[in-house]
């Protein structure tokens, strides 16, 4: 189990849901993530859940009538099945899989009596809905064995459903299901019978008055006799519809509201329109009722609304009035965000979610001290493919780019001798997609995207700060700026400074727990940026890879190839920023380059199935051996590289399956690796311990195509050549796509513990503690 799991919201509604167990669920990629807000004042991702093949549509906590803690929840996937996952022990497991073979884009679920007696509370039979690009509501059966079962196909001819929501009928346990449509109505089902299994849902109302898609929905119980159902629309309007068991009331009552009716179970149902809210100016994606609190009897009914204005709305009913009004207005002033997909309210009421169309969450607490809604700490992470990482050289913090065009820093918290991962800073924010990063020295960094540019970033006093309070620095170099920001319309990070910095904050050295303050989403976007150092030319297409010397001397970039001549590993001086040297080897794309720990080799593999080695001599790298691709050891295109701690040893990694470890010292002219090891699945991460276990014993961390991460022991003494395997991570522990870097924490202080740091193509970044003492029992 990971340590640290950062990953962001699919940009999807109804991604993500706040359940009344506390825990808050959404879909990350093809996974279900299970992350905890109360952990400490961070919160911490605690699971993963893949299953799916495909993209997520929808994750929501499966909520019961009668009991305040969910155990279940329901997730639907591009991939035409929708998951029910339980609750065992600490963890959830699937238990029900829904194959409905078309792509799935909405799905939901409530509990029903598993007999027709009314006054039997043991809900235990699960209703499911599903609807799919095939414009068909299927309603679905779980019972109590977790089997599945098909109960009826809704069609709706040429109109798609966009969303649907179940509640009960008021005065029965009848299921109602109300179905939103492409038309911008809104069709009400009744079930026939108490008893699911032998029902029919039939059709008894349509709500009119939306004047474009209804893109969310949620039932509310006011009373035993009447619900609310909330609606919002892309027409920037919330409609509020109520549902009551039909009073008699005097003919003459001609200001009587206009009613619709039907009836179901033998009661007349009334259906009004209660009310229509109008405060947002973009389209309304969300929409959720305040949970009802069990100890309170005179509840002030509050809705939560949220749109692409880039607000969320708390909506309040005036008992005296009987108006619904306007109470709280929170959200995002300027950015580069485009609004919001989705809103929650805690059990409590007293905070809010919203997530965003990068995948970004923001939560916002109501403090009884200021008597006003203030940001929180949220989960973050990338919202695309992270393809590359690299820790500072102090193992202070790990800096990763994703094809999300951002760079961001992860960093723990210590807090009562446990560490609390989260990101603390967002150096870069590009306009194109990042490809590779190297760390040249503690506060300086060189990335590279799907431009010709290498670009060089260095720490800002903002950032020195920042670290201070979470870790004891006092190694900064000359900082060249306070801070950065982006000018309108540019790439380039510009410089910014402050005529008078705070001399205390600059003398701090930690700070108590109740003093820190994570930083919020608003803060990583606006304030966190670093000054842009030097830009680098000389490729002829786009960066692909980067490695950097360990003293931060030198620079080796390469670009995408197809050619010799573009195939060059370009050799950069870090102190005058001037190319120094063409290593000319490959004769296509090099896909990783690591230079040695002593730094006397460059190591490089590329897509012509050859890797390469060059040795410094004092004063340049020059090519002393290059495998044979007819006669070799790899068919296929090597992917990755990397180094023992003492550098006797190196491995390459490929397509093929197939892992070699070479000796760079070559004894006769047949390159033969000293051993190897075929795992049969595509290899495509490696990554040797920084720290030594024992004598003579290596630890090796392979990433593989499928997402699997296997640990193993390599012991190497004389001709005596043992692998022994450790550990072994599947999709749910490791990642669901493929590992497209792994890196081990250079920590010198807890000799115990390894770190290995990941990233794959699921947008996520996972940190795992790995004991030694069980290493060396093996």
């Given at each position: ?20 167990n ?10 279900v ?10 919160g ?15 994750v ?16 639907s ?6 998951i ?17 073979g ?6 939901n ?10 006054n ?17 509501v ?5 019972n ?6 098909c109960l ?15 509640s ?25 019978s ?21 893109c ?32 008699t ?12 009716m ?18 947002h ?56 965000s ?16 919203a997530?965003?169309y ?51 820093i ?8 446990l ?20 760390m ?5 960094f ?26 004891n ?10 801070s ?19 001399e205390?904050k ?6 108590e727990?109740?003093d ?6 608003e ?31 030198m620079l080796?970039?390469a ?10 590993i ?5 102190s ?19 230079f040695?720990p ?6 490089s ?9 060059f ?19 790899h ?10 701690h ?5 491995a ?32 495509t ?14 630890v090796l961390?392979?990433g593989?195509?499928?997402g ?21 991570y ?27 740091a ?21």
């Amino acid at each position: 189990m990971a340590s640290y799991i950062s990953c962001a919201c699919n940009r999807i509604p109804h991604s993500t849901d706040w359940g009344r167990n506390g825990l808050i669920c959404y879909a990350s990629c093809h996974a279900v993530v299970i992350y905890d807000p109360f952990v400490s004042k961070i919160g911490k991702v605690k699971n993963t859940l893949h299953r799916h093949k495909g993209r997520i549509n929808t994750v929501r906590w499966i909520k019961h009538r009668y009991i305040n803690v969910e155990w279940e929840l329901i997730s639907s996937s591009v991939d035409g099945t929708a998951i029910v996952w339980s609750r065992v022990n600490e963890c959830f497991e699937c238990t029900s899989i829904i194959e409905v073979g078309d792509v799935l884009t909405l799905s939901n679920s409530l509990y029903v009596c598993a007999s027709d007696t009314l006054n039997d509370k043991t809900f235990h039979e699960l209703l499911i809905c599903t609807g799919s690009v095939k414009g068909e509501v299927k309603l679905w059966l779980r019972n109590m064995s977790n089997k599945v079962k098909c109960l009826q196909t809704l069609t709706f001819g040429k109109k798609l459903p966009i969303e649907a929501c179940f509640s009960y009928l008021p005065s029965t346990d009848l299921p109602l299901l109300a179905v939103a449509t492409e038309l911008s109505t809104i069709e009400l089902y009744v079930s026939s019978s108490h008893v699911i299994e032998e029902s029919n849902f039939l059709k008894v109302q349509m709500l009119t008055g939306h004047e474009d898609w209804i893109c969310c929905m949620d039932f509310n119980h006011i009373t035993n006799d009447s619900i609310l159902l909330a609606s919002g629309s892309q027409d920037a309007m919330i409609r509020l519809w109520k549902i009551s068991v039909k009073i008699t009331e005097p003919l003459n009552n001609d200001l009587r509201q206009k009613e619709q009716m039907f009836v179901a179970n033998d009661i007349k149902y009334n259906v009004t329109l209660e009310s229509i809210l109008y405060g947002h100016e973009g389209w309304i994606y969300g929409v959720h009722w305040c949970p009802q609190q069990t100890n309170s009897k005179n509840q002030i009914l509050r809705l939560l609304s949220c749109s692409l204005d880039k607000s969320m709305i708390i909506w309040e009913l005036d008992e005296i009035s009987n108006i619904w009004s306007e109470k709280v207005r929170v959200g995002e002033v300027g950015g580069n965000s485009l609004g919001f997909y989705g809103c929650k309210f805690d059990s409590s009421g007293m905070n809010i979610l919203a997530h965003g169309y990068q995948g970004s969450f923001h939560i916002w607490q109501y403090s009884d001290k200021v008597k006003n809604w203030i940001p929180k700490s949220i989960p973050g992470g990338h919202f695309s493919e992270v393809v590359d990482l690299s820790w500072d050289p102090k193992g202070r913090f790990l800096v990763t780019v994703s094809a999300d065009q951002t760079t961001r820093i992860h960093a723990p918290w210590k807090n009562k001798a446990l560490e609390f991962w989260h990101e603390i800073g967002r150096p870069q924010v590009h306009g194109y997609d990042m490809s590779c990063l190297a760390m040249l020295t503690p506060y300086m960094f060189a990335s590279g995207a799907e431009e010709k540019v290498i670009r060089i970033f260095t720490a800002p006093t903002a950032f020195k700060n920042s670290l201070k309070r979470i870790a004891n620095v006092d190694d900064f170099e000359n900082i060249v700026a306070d801070s950065a920001s982006v000018p309108a319309l540019g790439l380039t990070n510009k410089a910014m400074f402050v005529e008078s910095i705070n001399e205390k904050k600059t003398e701090i050295n930690g700070v108590e727990d109740e003093d820190y303050s994570p930083p919020t989403e608003e803060e990583l976007m606006q304030y966190t940026l670093w000054p842009e150092l030097q830009k680098l030319y000389g490729h002829g297409y786009e960066i692909f890879s980067i490695a950097a010397r360990h003293d931060g001397k030198m620079l080796a970039t390469a670009c995408k190839s197809s050619s010799l001549e573009h195939s060059v590993i370009l050799l950069w001086n870090t102190s005058t920023w001037t190319l120094i040297q063409k290593l000319i080897a490959h004769q296509l794309t090099v896909t990783q380059m690591e230079f040695s720990p002593n730094d006397k080799y460059l190591l490089s593999v590329s897509r012509d199935r050859r890797w390469s080695l060059f040795e410094f001599n004092g004063n340049t790298y020059n090519l002393i051996v290059i495998s044979s691709k007819k006669d070799g050891l790899h068919t296929r295109i090597i992917w990755c590289c990397s180094w023992t701690h003492d550098s006797s040893y190196f491995a390459t990694g490929s397509r093929d399956g197939k892992i070699g470890i070479w000796s760079p010292i070559i004894t006769n002219d047949k390159i033969i690796p000293v051993t190897s090891l075929d795992v049969k699945d595509s290899v495509t991460a490696l990554s040797f311990s920084i720290q030594s276990i024992a004598e003579h014993i290596y630890v090796l961390a392979i990433g593989f195509e499928t997402g699997c991460i296997e640990v193993r022991k390599l012991q190497i003494c004389d001709n005596n050549i043992v692998w022994s395997k450790c550990i072994a991570y599947n999709t749910s522990d490791a990642h669901h796509l493929t590992v497209r870097r792994l890196k081990f924490r250079p920590c010198k202080e807890e000799l115990n513990i390894l770190q290995l740091a990941s990233c794959g193509s699921d947008h996520t970044v996972k940190i795992y503690d790995i004991d030694v003492t069980k290493l060396e029992d093996l």
